[in-house]
């Protein structure tokens, strides 16, 4: 069944039109992730709306080539402009900006280009292995299991929260109450709408996440100066790196392809700690540190090849279990929503040619992006000149275009406006968005799952300790939010202080 679905999917993603989404994609990604302060993130929200007009496995393969672009894309004006392009290539500036000084930006860009193809490719590779076998296990899940998954994916965003994990778990919290605003799924009385008929559906997901992540962005560069920076104004070296100079640094892009998948793996994560922890192994295991930071093209090929990784890692639990693993799958989540397709185990049955094309869609990507990135990656550095003002009008008017199109509704535009405000007061107030986003998200699913796991349990709560599925999710849910605790790091400090463990704490 599983390899059925597998050459199902590999079958639809050659159709012309899913080719032609997932190059367009990839390209666009590449475009918005040159541009410092745009992010892969507000590209995928503001082409939601887009994907109305397509068919779902060619729109969710077009907004998961752009992630995996934008992810490539961002290196390049870390390294023409001393400004990541996107938060995932912080840690390429290091060593990017001082060799494309050097008068190495093309050895700088084409390094970074072949190590985003080498992790893309890994980690889409194991999408492609280990999502369906975590798919036929989730399979096994009921309304219970169900509830227990929701919990678990709600804890690990909020421990993992960056800052402080009080204002991850408020933040998930506000996405809950979010989620329950329109009718009960259940009694089918409305809830929280204040008599407002556009709200009796809920709120609109799309609406939303154009709010929180597109309007604060553009806000954010009307506020900003011009950042006046020594550029780097011409390539004059080749993109396309010799063999010779490539084959030491295999090792470096397996083991932080490694690293990205890994850390894309765990919900709440993405490629920002996935760069710098490669670029961290990358010094440790070099027997020339002190040239990191000065050019070493083992400090661009490490976060690079990591934060590319990131992608397909992060869409294995966003896949299998439903649970995003970074803001980016959560908007891909709501994309597939807006298709109605519900995220949860039985995406890779009941939806099995939508998501299997999707896997295929990423490892393709890959290659579009290699090639992409050798033909545009010249041009791109024109785009890292667009003045912050056109780019920020910009994308107010194209979030106009796209909250309005979704129903033709002039309300959803200004609730678009609302959740622009509240995601760019929780910015300024240091509070995590994503948190948010994934409350919206697993709210209905865990609203749904405990409603009926109580009306199969005549109201018992202890079914969801005796099911040895739910019992087990949930632990781990109770370990996450300690580990989250300042106790925690209390124990751990003073474990780090006596390893013996035998002094008082």
Not at 77 to 103: E, F, N
Request: charged share 10%.
């Amino acid at each position: 069944m599983i390899l059925e679905n597998i050459l199902l999917g590999f079958t639809s993603v050659l159709a012309p039109a899913n080719l032609l989404a997932v190059a367009f994609g990839t390209g666009l990604g590449l475009l918005v992730g040159a541009m410092p302060g745009l992010s892969a993130t507000m590209a995928i929200a503001l082409l939601v709306p887009v994907t109305f007009v397509l068919r779902p496995e060619t729109g969710i393969s077009m907004l998961a080539a752009i992630y995996m672009g934008a992810m490539y894309g961002g290196s390049i004006a870390a390294i023409l402009v001393r400004t990541p392009g996107t938060p995932s290539a912080a840690a390429t500036v290091l060593d990017g900006y001082p060799m494309a000084q050097r008068g190495e930006a093309g050895r700088a860009l084409g390094i970074s280009l072949t190590a985003s193809f080498v992790g893309g490719t890994v980690s889409s590779l194991f999408l492609l292995t280990i999502a369906p076998i975590l798919g036929r296990v989730a399979l096994m899940f009921g309304p219970v299991e169900l509830f227990a998954v929701a919990v678990l994916g709600m804890t690990i965003i909020a421990s993992l929260s960056q800052g402080s994990t009080v204002k991850g778990l408020l933040a998930g919290m506000l996405g809950l109450l979010f989620s329950t605003v329109g009718m009960d799924s259940i009694t089918g009385i409305p809830r929280f709408t204040l008599g407002n008929i556009n709200l009796f559906s809920g709120i609109p997901f799309t609406v939303a996440l154009i709010g929180l992540f597109s309007i604060p962005q553009a806000l954010r560069l009307v506020e900003s100066d011009e950042v006046v920076t020594e550029r780097v104004n011409s390539i004059k070296d080749r993109i396309l790196r010799p063999w010779k100079e490539i084959r030491p640094l295999i090792p470096t892009f397996i083991r932080s392809g490694l690293i990205g998948v890994f850390t894309g793996i765990i919900p709440g994560t993405g490629g920002d700690t996935a760069c710098w922890f490669a670029y961290n192994e990358a010094k440790r295991f070099s027997k020339d540190k002190e040239s990191f930071g000065k050019g070493n093209p083992y400090g661009i090929a490490a976060p690079e090849a990591a934060n590319n990784a990131v992608v397909g890692g992060a869409l294995i639990p966003t896949i299998s279990l439903g649970i995003p693993g970074s803001s980016a799958t959560a908007i891909l989540l709501g994309g597939l929503m807006i298709h109605g397709i519900m995220p949860g185990p039985t995406l890779m049955t009941e939806y099995a040619g939508v998501t299997y094309t999707l896997l295929w869609a990423i490892l393709l990507s890959n290659f579009f992006m290699f090639a992409e990135g050798l033909l545009f990656t010249k041009a791109c550095i024109f785009v890292t000149r667009i003045s912050n003002r056109v780019l920020s009008v910009a994308i107010v008017v194209l979030c106009v275009i796209g909250a309005f199109a979704i129903n033709n509704n002039l309300f959803e535009v200004g609730l678009m406006f609302a959740f622009g405000i509240l995601g760019y007061f929780m910015d300024k107030l240091k509070i995590p968005v994503a948190p948010l986003v994934v409350g919206l998200i697993l709210g209905r699913m865990l609203d749904v799952s405990l409603h009926q796991s109580l009306l199969i349990s005549q109201g018992s709560w202890t079914v969801f300790l005796t099911n040895p599925i739910s019992a087990t999710l949930l632990f781990l849910a109770l370990l996450s939010l300690v580990q989250s605790t300042p106790m925690y790091e209390r124990w751990r400090a003073s474990r780090k202080k006596d390893p013996s463990g035998t002094s008082p704490v």
